[in-house]
């Protein structure tokens, strides 16, 4: 026995089919079944029941499907534990990443990670969760970050990196003259929102009923579907927002915008990494997610 074939018999049990597991492990179907046989002959039982529909596994299955996971699970573990030791990483990275993370968060960190690893050639593609989900069960993506938590019995999903959404208002804005600025200080201006829908939108509105103000008491001028047009409007003097301040750190350079921090509020948000439960992720994949916890952590 070895944890390629607990590997292999886990992910059977978990596709429901040997097919899918064969997809799923870039293998044949015959080397599937070959190496499920070879398990099934170490125990000297049969694991799993086969017909034309689907599959079953025995009570002997039952009882083992656990320890394949707990072997999975130590293997990751394990994986974690040595990859921040690892100096000399190389393959192919490819990530999908929703669109704040993808245009503000990743870009400012892939540089660092890439001087250091110089051997590892990395693919982002910004697209929504669904892109994402598809990607990985397509085995297109080795893992994603998205904006909010998803359940598929497929995936895990994990915080990653922290992020608080800020006040953005365009530098000459009154509100910057002032000491301290509050949750009922800003109801009084136009405000940009984004669309219905968006994370950054949901995490701030949650927030202000936890606090007790009713997000429609806003007063919204403007609904856009992306944080660029959001920039450029709050930029033009349309109106104020909450967003990401990882979004405007070339505007704040410029002098274009200024980032505030509301006194009696705060709009926290955790991004979450997704992957695969039955495809193992590459010691690459590994460093690099370690990577970006650590640098949200300093």
Known sequence: ????????????????????AAQALHMTQPAVTMQIQSLEDYFGT?????????IELSEAGKALLPYALRSMELFRETDEAVASYTDKLQGRLLIGASLTIGEYVLPRLLGPFGKKYPDISIVMNVMNTTQIVEGIMKNQLNFGMIEAPLSHPDLIVEPGMHDELKLIVPAQHPLVLQNEVRLQDILEYPFILREKGSG???VMEDAMKENGVDPSNLNTVMELGS?????SAVEAGVGITIISPSSVKHEVALGLVKVLNLKDITFSREFYEVYSKSSMLPISAVTFLNYLKKQTQN
């Not at 070895?2 to 899918?20: C, D, M, P, R, W």
């Not at 944080?227 to 920039?231: D, E, H, R, Y």
């Open 1 to 20: 026995m070895n944890f390629h074939q607990l590997h292999i018999f886990y992910t059977v049990a978990e596709k429901g089919s040997f097919s899918a």
């Open 46 to 54: 049969k694991l799993i029941h086969r017909s034309t529909k689907k």
């Open 200 to 202: 950054t939108r949901q």
């Open 227 to 231: 944080t660029g047009a959001i920039k």
